[in-house]
């Protein structure tokens, strides 16, 4: 760092805010903007330009800095909310019984950073290619239910939890949770618990799921003509008006070959 005088006041221009730095040892403070812009759509963060200039308007160095925002990061994977939030290189962790995903904190039985392979989770479809023209039965396992089990096991109606409230440096903002259509409604859960629906949004089909064990499910695919010969499928799965992980995405339409 270039030796400065009293005159070549160090100044920080941070997105739209300007200030005079502070100099603490050998280290340069700028204080975080006054406006932080939003964060763009599918990203979890949004980088905010920083410079510095000294004297008069004179360049010194240049950088971004990133303002992340946990609300936001269980959109990078539209159908593993879990997964996008503890998988996030952000200090973000799972409140499953929220269904939310927040900045990092001393709660218990939440899914902590780095600890997606603890999200409840479906997967392994076994078959992975289904005809178009016929209804085909498809197994699938379940990981990690037991929180869903247990709540629905005493006679509990999950909370339609389609906003939260998330805060970074400062910024409070109110983030749409779910991009689901207002057709869902709340469903309680049966006695035994574990009420399941599988389907596809772009679509437009759902369809139960079937229990016969703890970790294993399936369900029924319908008639499905198309013009293409392949068809890929990103399923979701729901309980409630919450989506829990699918990486059912391996499950693909194939049209009959006459």
Known sequence: MPDLNEDDQLQCHFGETSHQAELIDEAIICHPPEVIPPT????DHVLVPLRLTFGDGIFFASSTYPFYDCGEAINLSENEPCFSCASS??????DWHNHRCEDSSLKEDVIKQNMEEECPQFLNPTPEIIPMDSVTEVHFEGK???NYQSCGAKGTVFPPPFFAFSSVWGRS?????????????SEAL????????IGNEEFDFE???????????????????HASEILPLDLYIRTNQVKIDSKLMDVSYLKALT
């Open 144 to 146: 990690n239910l037991d």
């Open 40 to 43: 763009p759509k599918g990203q």
């Open 173 to 185: 903002h109110e983030t749409a949770r779910l991009p689901r259509q207002q057709r869902l409604q």
């Open 89 to 94: 290189r952000w200090n973000c962790e799972w």
């Open 207 to 225: 369809s139960p799921v079937e229990q016969s064990s703890d970790v294993t499910f399936s369900f029924k695919s319908r008639k499905f003509p």
């Open 190 to 197: 049966p006695p035994g618990g574990k009420s399941f629906f």
